[in-house]
């Protein structure tokens, strides 16, 4: 059984600028992909040459958006960006879902912050 996990990380962003990241093609390829392009609905996530493609399953414009590999294992698998602004802080948190195998998990959260620490780059926060 695959185990979900939620993953949060704070910005120092605006969470347009931040959405902008997490939901075109241009942004994605800063941080997520050596290159990513869109037919449609269709993301194609492009790494060391090797096409990977998810569709575009929902999006709440500088909220949320959700995707799900075309050669998914579970029909109920997905990975999803989040933004949600503190009320307190007005920090801007990143909420990352994802699905791993229990034996994969450590390595799992280990790309994520590997990630993260990329996108902190290119938004310079």
Known sequence: ???????????S??????FSRLST???LSEWFADDVFQKENHFVFVWNATEHTAI???????????????????E??????????????????LI????????????TVELWNKQMEMLHRTLGA
């Open 96 to 107: 990352i879902t994802d699905f791993t195998d229990e034996e994969d998990e450590a390595d």
């Open 25 to 27: 093609p241009a942004g």
């Open 56 to 74: 575009l399953n929902d999006c709440k414009p500088n909220s949320f958006v959700r995707f799900q590999w075309e050669d998914r294992p579970y």
């Open 1 to 11: 059984m695959r185990k979900k996990i939620e993953l949060e990380y704070i910005f």
């Open 13 to 18: 962003s605006s969470v347009k600028v931040l």
């Open 76 to 93: 109920d698998e997905y990975f999803e960006f989040s933004i949600h602004l503190e009320p307190l802080t007005q920090d801007v948190a």
